[in-house]
Nanobody
Framework: QVRLVESGGGLVQAGGSLRLSCAAS????????MAWYRQGPGKERELVAS????????NYADSVKGRFTISREAGVYTIYLQMNSLKPEDTAVYYC????????????????WGQGTQVTVSS
């Protein structure tokens, strides 16, 4: 069974930094892209950043450009989100997504979500 395990969330003061990690485990044939989403209190889930597995191209939400950096570890399906200059409005549960995941047993491309990690930024 494929799992995504996130870590690195916590409580930080405004202006501080946090680094989130997401590691995919299990029988994985390929993943098209991996991404970070977040869902703040009373808000819809939104894309924060994504990275394409093949090209390495990155995409960011306007609200985090220049402050957040998504990266990946070579050879494994692990991604990171370095978050700098955090603001109270960044407070949310952050979710990792493996998009277009294929297992060796299936030809289907499916999305797999992590369980989420809480990030709280105090003012």
């Amino acid at each position: 069974q494929v799992r995504l395990v996130e870590s690195g969330g916590g409580l930080v003061q405004a202006g501080g930094s946090l680094r989130l990690s997401c590691a995919a485990s299990g029988r994985i044939f390929s993943i098209n892209a991996m991404a970070w989403y977040r869902q703040g209190p009373g808000k819809e889930r939104e894309l924060v950043a994504s990275i394409n597995s093949a090209s390495g191209s990155r995409n960011y939400a306007d609200s985090v450009k220049g402050r957040f950096t998504i990266s990946r570890e070579a050879g494994v399906y692990t991604i990171y989100l370095q978050m700098n200059s955090l603001k109270p409005e960044d407070t949310a549960v952050y979710y990792c997504l493996a998009d277009g995941l294929r297992t060796p047993d299936s030809g289907a491309y499916v999305p797999v979500w992590g369980q989420g990690t809480q990030v709280t930024v105090s003012s």
